[in-house]
């Protein structure tokens, strides 16, 4: 009679866990409509949308070819639905790109190779395995071969306007070589010299024909990608007021030349913390620097307001800003 009652106390239990599941489980159900139809009419993914014709420093990308039409198109649902990362390009590109921009211009270099730095590091002072480093993820003995400094005390490599410089000096020999802007960009990423291996090898002349390794052959549509994405983020679901991304930084520049320098205390003198010193100038290594040959070094420091950052962003339209359209 005890092991009745415990069998009919288990099945009961398990009635009742059955029917909590039940109701857990059809709770989020529209009324008349089964789960699976509630699930598939509530979430909806879009396939991004194709360009018809698109172009890289206004050189022709031939879409009508199989292979490189997915190419990119693989790229563009990479970036389109990878939201998270996406958002941040954007707001950091409204910091950033205004400065390489400016750069690439003075050296007469196409603003598509913007796009380069973003897919290269994200805009991030980034570390890659091989030991790359910065916005332009240089390596340090081409680092050394294009005039930025680089050693204990100092990498110039986190120093995106000098870097930027120096990434322009590469572009501009690349296309002494190659006078085509794809190959430029293709060479940015495998090296001068791996790509006329392969030039050679596969006797080709252009980027499109190519059979390359997964990285280099990806890495041309991956900067389109984002292209023409930045063209039109709303066509492909990023809504973005101006007020969502990151100001410019507000500095001046002051120069030293000292022969040995604390960085915490000439960041106390001018009023400033350690930790702002090393925001604003990240090619700083260490705490201190000796300078016995006094080498004229600019620093930036913010200017006052820089630090009224949530005043900044609430003065700021909230319209749709210079990555969507204004409403």
Known sequence: MQKINIYIIISLLSIAAFSIFSFSKNSNEVPGRSYQESYHTDYKIYNPPMPVKADFCNENIPLNIYYINEKLEREIL???????????????????????????????????????????????????????????????????????????????????????????????????????????????????????????????????????????????????????????????????????????????????DSSFINWADFAKSNNISYGILKELNPWLKTSTLTNKYHKKYNVKLPIEDMYLYQGVKSKMSNKLGIYGEKK
């Open 78 to 256: 990479v970036n389109t639905y990878w939201h998270s990362n996406t958002l941040l390009l954007f707001k950091r590109a409204n910091r950033w790109f205004p400065i390489i921009d400016s750069i690439l211009q003075i050296n007469n270099i196409p603003s598509d190779f913007k796009y380069l730095s973003l897919i290269e590091s994200g805009l991030t002072q980034a570390v890659s395995p091989s030991g790359a480093r910065g916005f332009w993820q240089i390596m340090k003995k081409t680092a050394i071969e294009y005039n930025l400094e680089v050693n204990k005390d100092i990498d110039e490599r986190y120093n995106v306007e000098k870097a930027t410089q120096a990434a322009c000096d590469y572009i501009k020999d690349s296309y002494k070589l190659y006078n085509n802007w794809t190959l430029v960009a293709a060479s940015y990423n495998m090296g001068m010299g791996g790509i006329n291996k392969q030039l050679n090898l596969q006797k080709v002349d252009n980027y499109y024909d190519l059979s390359l390794n997964s990285e280099t052959s990806r890495y041309v549509y991956r900067i389109i990608a984002l292209k023409t994405i930045f063209a039109n983020p709303s066509k492909y679901g990023f809504q973005l007021r101006e007020c969502d991304l990151y100001p410019v930084f507000k500095t001046k520049y002051v120069t030293i």
